[in-house]
């Protein structure tokens, strides 16, 4: 079976730091991704982990490691419009096609 | 950019009534998917499809869903009889490779289906 854990919600004030952490026991592992919504919208893509490490783009970095099931998404000098939900998501081994299977979701609210 | 589009964004139907939500994926994309979310909950996959057959469904995904792509552009999801519980919004997405590591999924805007 499929389980991914992050947190509810997280509250942070602009310009600082925010880490999501995700947790996840999957059947198979082809890759994380992390995925940005704002409410009433469709998820954006951000980031994709498939090795373990960091991966970084802009004020956004993503963290693997696979032997531990755990994944990071850093937001850098938050802005306003950062406030959204963050979704974590994998994709598990398949030789056709790669569902992804979300997390609830972190919403973040950013503060002024 | 090129972007996955979605017809209506909001549909509102009776129970037992039969809805088709449409959408037109990115026009070099070969794997196209249905997802929904309840509202409050999170994204779920419904089904894949790729090659003009069903790779992959969902629990969710039962005989009262079916998926067509009638034409070279159009990708549609039917839900033949709704249900109260099929209230929900539902992301079409589309993706470029089929089973290469890097897959990433482009969604499209989403209809929110309600059903009275």
């Known amino acids: 079976g499929q389980n991914i854990d992050q947190p509810t919600e997280m509250t942070a004030t602009e310009g600082a730091i925010v880490q999501i952490n995700c947790t996840y026991q999957?059947?198979?592992?082809?890759?994380l991704f992390w995925y940005q919504q704002h409410a009433g919208e469709a998820p954006t893509f951000l980031s994709y982990?498939?090795?373990?490490g960091l991966e970084e783009k802009g004020r956004f970095s993503s963290f693997l490691s696979r032997s531990k099931g755990y994944s990071y998404l850093l937001l850098k000098e938050l802005q306003m419009k950062d406030s959204a939900s963050y979704l974590c998501?994998?994709?598990?081994?398949?030789?056709?096609?790669?569902?992804?299977?979300f997390g609830g979701g972190t919403r973040v609210l950013v503060k002024p | 950019e090129p972007e996955v589009t979605q017809t209506p964004s909001h549909q509102v139907t009776q129970m037992g009534q039969e809805v088709i939500l449409r959408c037109v994926p990115i026009?070099?994309?070969?794997?196209f998917y249905w997802y929904r979310q309840i509202l409050g909950q999170k994204v779920e996959f419904l089904v894949s499809?790729?090659?003009?057959?069903?790779?992959?469904k969902s629990e969710i995904f039962d005989d009262q869903f079916s998926v067509e792509r009638p034409d070279g552009s159009n990708f549609t999801l039917k839900i033949r009889s709704t249900k109260l519980e099929d209230s929900a919004m539902y992301f079409c997405?589309?993706?470029?490779?089929?089973?290469?590591?890097?897959?990433?999924?482009?969604f499209g805007p989403g209809t929110r289906l309600t059903v009275l």
């Open positions: 997405a589309s993706s470029k490779h089929p089973g290469t590591l890097y897959n990433e999924q482009f």
């Open positions: 999957t059947s198979g592992f082809n890759g």
């Open positions: 982990n498939v090795l373990d």
């Open positions: 998501a994998v994709s598990p081994i398949k030789a056709a096609g790669n569902k992804l299977t």
């Open positions: 026009s070099n994309h070969l794997y």
């Open positions: 499809f790729y090659n003009n057959e069903i790779s992959e």
